[in-house]
């Protein structure tokens, strides 16, 4: 194992693919001392996103300076003449293009050449700073204009990409992992609707991308072989009870889990149930690959058991930059790897 | 909606990520016009699959001439020194090393960078023969030997991976879409726990690619964007009864759902099952994606409604190269477009 991500590399505040989505609404965080302040997430809930926009710096905010509150949410700088909160009407040029483009894993050798060739031929590329700088320097001179703001404005961002196009310009607004993961893809086509536009006056396309589970799987072995779900604990945007009831009804059957978004200071609870349902279901000793900080200086993989699972929430294995990979009841572990049997061994004699 | 592709592309039978693997159980079928006839599943099923492997050429069983069933599961070729069945202890030299890589949507510029520089470093190449057709020739022309068989013979494909890279040989084993969905991932690691070898011996690592789900998912807009399952139809190596307890779990939830292998002409039942199960839980106009082809030049993809979706059984549009995406309570089609809602609206007003 050794030298593909399925995260951010960078030190500020990042979670896995659909984390860009997750923790801008969550709020920023402060790297391992994670604390509830922070911005983004609070601040524009309470102001309404619609008529704020981060502010073009990249300067994060909830990276390293947690007390940092009030960079995010702010008045719109003056990136585009448009104002945000503008329709379709509010434009006079032809429109240009919007592509949702998943940069995968979060390194440049995990895009595809697709993504690469979408991105060289858009004008203005936009996104999460983090994600921004993880894009190889040709490809981002290669473009007019970079936009991008820290993780707390996700919905502002993406109003600007969709503004820009509406303006005549050829827009990427880029992601890790897949634009279908927790991520922008939807965010985008709701946000044309509320324009008064159409996803087919800007050509709309979504470029897939590596998912995290699927590149945090590939750490740990074959953790996913078979029929599997990808589920987040975060019950910012899905109330914790539904949360509960999907975690009760996949831990039933023989589905392996991906879960994101384990654990955050504020949603410690949502892991400990987390971890309490799953073991109402599966054996202790069911293997979990934790992959922490995929592709970062602080990356770890390990494989343990769904009994001690609980615990580690305690320690710095388990926050917001970690993905989960619960075994079912046939995983198991062997020379350092999960595997989860498709069945073939029972078919065939090998 | 343009240029990606989420399956194969030549006109033999192929289906989406893990299809190789499906299809090469289920036994192999004549394109469009399926039969039951074919080779590969059944006849490995019959004899064995370790003590026999495909024959090395790139003839088609169940491609294109689906009375023929004799030439899958066949005596082994002679391509290695080594005879199927052999152990770690059969083999002098120093292990090289066995990597499986994902080539993700079925088409060379879905390829991640890592998936091309991981081949271009092989010395051998092996993949069922549709697959190896994708990779472009400036990366199949590097490597010291490409073995390709037909889709029938995925366990004998995989063995005779395992005993080249004991044989001292570096080699990639490839298939479509992402290693750990119903693909080879596992299958390399339980073959090669079976010959008493280990993973780290051959520094074996996964490459993770784009799986069918998402790069389907991309043609029709937004519709996994929220937890997600991933479920085949396929029991030929899961029991019916799992698989429909399984849809019924997931069903009752407010999972999206993406269906791989939903038909063929032996399981047409476990289409309606499934269909039915659905419309118990979800409102008959449910938005399904549909993708056939996807990437061939019989590419079709329709969005189409729950409370149609087991008519379309008897059409041509659902068979074995297709994927379903199905859509939760919120999903909604607009502009051509499945929007499956992350919950951004009821916190933000855009």
Redesign the interface.
Known sequence: ????T?GATDDSNSNNDGSD?ETA?DGGRGGETATDSGCGGET??DG????EAASASSSACGANDASNASSCGASKSATTDEAVGSTVDDFDADPGRLVAV?L??GQ???????A??TLLEADHIVGYTTYINLIPDEVTEAADELYDTPMCGE?SRT?EAVDRALAGHDVAIVGSG??????L???????V??KGA???ALD????????AA??C???V????????????LSD???PMD?IE??LH??A????TVAIYNPWSRKRRENFERACEILMEYRPADTPVGVVHGAGRDDERVEIVELGELESLGETDLIDMTTTLLVGNEETYV????M????????????
């Open positions: 194992m050794s030298d593909t399925c989505t609404i524009a809930t309404g996103a619609a008529t998943g995968g894993p440049p050798e995990g895009m595809t050449g697709r690469r060739a919905v109003e897949d634009p279908n993961v927790y991520a893809g939807g965010l985008a086509l709701e946000i609707e509320s159409t996803a087919s709309f396309e979504v470029v897939p991308g590596v998912p699927q590149s799987a590939a750490r072995g074959a953790p996913l072989v078979n029929d599997s779900v990808s589920i987040s910012h945007l899905t539904e009831s999907r009804a996949v039933a059957e023989g589905f062997w020379d350092g790897r595997i989860t049997p498709r069945g073939y061994e029972s078919k065939y004699d090998y």
